[in-house]
């Protein structure tokens, strides 16, 4: 049923309509998609992985100390190499 006023039909008000999906439908799909959330490791080991491992977006805890040891390791490298070489120099 089109409304005049509006421009729009059902379908497009309510996509449920259009694939035959009641509110009944509707609230099983959302416990069957919660229970495969759970069965597949749950929230709480989610969020834990995440934050330790990082997600596509974001670095993870260890991803983020690793870089900074490395940084620190590369400078105390990098800095002990320059007063090799310029020590001598400057003592002169």
């Not at 005049?4 to 999906?21: C, F, N, T």
């Not at 229970?35 to 974001?58: E, H, P, V, Y």
């Amino acid at each position: 049923m089109n409304d005049i006023l509006i421009g729009k039909s059902d379908e497009d008000v309510y996509p449920q309509a259009r694939h035959g999906m009641t509110a009944g439908a509707t609230a099983e799909a959302k416990a069957d998609s919660a229970k495969q959330q759970n069965a597949a490791g749950g929230s709480w080991s989610k969020t834990l992985r995440d934050w330790m491992f990082g997600t596509r977006r974001r670095q993870g805890t260890l991803e983020s100390l690793a870089k900074s040891t490395a940084r620190n390791m590369g400078g105390q490298l990098g800095r002990s190499i320059l007063r090799g070489v310029l020590g001598p120099i400057s003592r002169k």
